[in-house]
């Protein structure tokens, strides 16, 4: 874990091009110190007898069924799109 002095805010935001007043980094670099204490604080507490665990509560396949049942046909699917060609909507472009 990273001493409170190895992390520097304002070196942090000049970085990242996000322009900081020199309040504003004061208060953040507080606010991350107070963090990383705390995170210091808790990798102090024993839990060489808590097992891992991915959930809280022990949650096992909770898929249904997957039974075949009848759907959308190629011309329904397309009977209310708005432009269409060679079975495919066509869409505006959004990207250049």
């Given at each position: ?11 942090v935001a000049r970085l990242a091009r ?18 990383l204490r705390y995170v210091e604080k808790?990798?102090?507490a024993d839990v060489t007898h808590v ?46």
């Amino acid at each position: 874990m990273a001493r409170t002095s190895d992390l520097d805010v304002a070196y942090v935001a000049r970085l990242a091009r996000i322009n900081l007043t020199e309040a504003e980094a004061e208060v953040f670099q507080k606010q991350l110190d107070d963090v990383l204490r705390y995170v210091e604080k808790l990798r102090q507490a024993d839990v060489t007898h808590v097992e891992p665990a991915g959930d809280v509560l022990p949650i096992f396949n909770v898929f249904r069924e997957d039974a075949p049942r009848d759907w959308f046909t190629a011309e329904q699917a397309l009977s209310n799109a708005p432009r269409k060609a060679n079975g495919l909507i066509i869409v505006p472009k959004v990207v250049e």
